[in-house]
């Protein structure tokens, strides 16, 4: 067991690792820091019931050895809720701080001390004696044994013709807090440029059009992701294991190497070709309806092994130097963006009905230039353009910072020259500048980005926080954390 421990970031990720520590009596003291109320996060401090999960019920429990955790929470709250199903995102943050209360509560009776501190962390620094202090935007520094960095997402991408007018009226360096974003807008139906055509661009879509407004989305690829029904947990072994293990990373055909592990394991459950689950329509809007009627249909079995792939890739590359895995990112950036980041079936018949409406246009490349004119006038690289009453980009969130020096783990920008990006361990733990061993300083959820490929859901923070709780209490069963 170890004395205090400080969980920098108290969202979706931060609130799995402080109930890993009290369910397994991991620690003596446990301090949550986070300016924020613990339990909100990014992307599930929503209030709009339209803007819902990506991702099914089944995969958001934040207690992997307990996989129905989520469903019995929205069955005990009234929610009649199936496995399968997309639910509105704040039912998950509504859920993560129940739980947080409880092990807060549960963790309290057996004299663990537990406190919130509501400040930001703005690096981890080593002791002399070996242990740590997490220093603080505003209060003192908090010593500490041991520091979980769970601190999310960094700032919006911000796309270059977006940049130099950021601050300006109806111009949106992201769709959230999606209430501010639709207070700001015109009362009356508007044309709105939405920059982005990947999931949070599609549902800002949604958003939009549903209150009254027409859109044009915008992206460099113009490409929409595939569709799906669900995100299940493997229901068996379909993907062979063997064969993740024995990828080459390096391989420029790795791609085209997964997709044939893919096709092979969706044989398993059925057979039928990769080719007759997607389409390859080059106008994107004709693939959408294509594969719309493939997933209402059930052809697409790729879905069934896309949970089991994951976990099996993150354990093989955990470890393996940064520039090999985000190599191997961009080689497998079609199967990655597409099918993974795909989205739900609902979701793609509102916005085929919109397409077909003429309420919402499809381009592709983004404008060369933005500038005001009485709202703002959209430059398009054929030299048209175009006039929109707001500009709002649903283009992605960075990378959170995360620099080490030879004494400390820094998470805000600075200019010091020995500046470097940690080496992080197969275990998810940050080595600092030249430093051989490991510190107690492990990276979770999307701040393990530098230490595992595929962190941006819930499932994969969630097994991460078990499997770090379990070997903090000496209970390590050789599972990686990935
Ligand atoms: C629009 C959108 C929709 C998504 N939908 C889904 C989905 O349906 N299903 C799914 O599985 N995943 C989804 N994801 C991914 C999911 O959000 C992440 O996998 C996960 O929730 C990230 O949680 P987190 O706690 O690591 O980060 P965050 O949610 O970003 O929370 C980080 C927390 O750390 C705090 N913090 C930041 N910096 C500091 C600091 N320096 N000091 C102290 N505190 C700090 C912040 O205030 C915040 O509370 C979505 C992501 C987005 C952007």
């Known amino acids: 067991m170890s004395g205090h421990l400080a969980v920098v970031g108290g969202g979706i990720t931060g609130v799995a690792a402080f109930n890993a520590l009290v369910a397994y009596g991991a620690a ?29 019920v089944d995969t958001l429990s934040l207690v992997p050895e307990e996989p129905e955790d989520f469903l019995h929470h929205l069955r005990a709250g009234g929610v009649d809720a199936r496995p399968e199903d997309f639910v509105p995102r704040w039912l998950v943050s509504r859920y993560a701080r129940e739980r947080f209360l409880a092990h807060r509560e549960r963790a309290e ?17 080593r002791t002399a004696a070996g242990d740590y202090r997490v220093a603080l935007a505003r209060g003192p520094a908090l010593p500490a044994d041991g520091v979980l960095v769970c601190h999310g997402y960094g700032t919006p991408v911000v796309p270059e013709p977006v940049r130099e007018h950021l601050g300006r009226p109806r111009m949106f360096a992201a769709p959230y807090p999606e209430r501010d974003l639709l207070a700001a807008l015109p009362a009356e139906p508007a044309r709105i440029l939405v920059i982005g055509t990947r999931l949070s661009a599609i549902e800002t879509t949604l958003l939009l059009t549903g209150r009254g407004h027409d859109v044009v989305m915008t992206s460099p690829s113009g490409e929409l992701p595939a569709v799906r029904t669900h995100t299940l947990r493997p229901r068996g072994r379909y993907v062979d ?4 293990a024995r990828l080459d990373l390096t391989d420029p055909r790795l791609e085209r190497r997964v997709l044939r592990i893919v096709e092979q394991a969706t044989a398993r459950i059925r057979p039928l070709p990769l080719a007759r689950q997607t389409d390859a ?25 896309m949970v089991e792939l994951i976990d099996l890739v993150n354990d093989r590359t955990a470890g393996t130097p940064l520039e090999v895995r985000e190599q191997a990112l961009r080689r497998c950036h079609r199967l990655l963006g597409r099918y993974m980041g795909a989205f739900p079936l609902d979701n793609a018949r509102r916005l085929l009905g919109l397409f077909d409406a ?27 353009t175009e006039t929109f009453e707001a500009v709002v980009c649903a283009t992605g969130l960075h990378h959170p910072v995360l620099e080490v020096t ?4 820094h998470l805000t920008p600075g200019d010091e020259p020995d500046r470097r990006v940690p080496v992080v361990d197969a275990e998810l733990r940050v080595h600092l500048a030249g430093a051989a061993r490991p510190e107690r300083i492990w990276l979770l959820g999307i701040a ?17 926080a078990a499997a770090l709780g379990r070997r903090l209490a000496g209970r390590d069963t050789g599972e990686r954390a990935a």
């Open 28 to 56: 003596e003291r446990i301090s949550v820091i986070d300016p924020l109320p613990v339990g909100r996060g990014t992307a599930f401090a929503t209030s709009d019931p339209s803007l819902i999960c990506n991702t099914s």
């Open 281 to 305: 329509s080059a106008d994107p809007v004709r693939r959408l309806r294509a594969e719309t009627e493939l997933a209402a249909r059930g052809d697409i079995l790729w879905q069934e092994v």
């Open 241 to 244: 294991a063997a064969a993740v």
């Open 406 to 409: 030879g004494g400390a783990l």
């Open 109 to 125: 009776r057996r004299g663990v001390r537990v406190g919130h501190v509501r400040d930001r962390a703005v690096r981890v620094e």
């Open 358 to 384: 003429g309420r919402v246009r499809l381009r592709r490349g983004i404008p060369e230039r933005l500038t005001e004119a009485g709202g703002w006038r959209a430059h398009w690289p054929d030299g048209t």
């Open 448 to 464: 393990a980005h530098l230490g595992v490929p595929l962190v941006n859901a819930v499932y994969p923070a969630a097994r991460q």
